[in-house]
């Protein structure tokens, strides 16, 4: 029996950080943070917000663990999961001007 998919279900997980970049170390310690989280699949939202599509909670613990799993020493990291309903209510803004996407999130799965 196939599950339904539901804006309830489905959920994105947001990684939020804030590196030190002063030196030439901490600037590479803060590009493999970026490429790992680019390797699970996240893509960048904003600078340094990155984003991972997960079609249930479980697979979304899964990508978090992985995350965790390569955390730096050093600089601030935040995890937050939540339900694509309420991802979709998210306004977005150039400016003041309110910013309509013009192709909306595309996730496809094949199994």
Known sequence: ???RLSE????WVLVFFDLPTETKKQRKIYANFRKSLLK???CMFQFSIYVR????M?????HIRR???S?????HVGIMCITDKQFGMMELFHGRDP???TVGWQQLELF
């Open 58 to 62: 479980a697979n979304a613990q899964v």
């Open 8 to 11: 309830y279900r489905i959920m």
């Open 99 to 101: 910013e309509i996407p």
């Open 71 to 75: 955390l730096p020493a050093a600089g």
């Open 40 to 42: 699970d699949g996240f």
């Open 53 to 56: 599509h997960c079609p249930s």
């Open 67 to 69: 995350v965790k799993s």
């Open 1 to 3: 029996m196939r599950t």
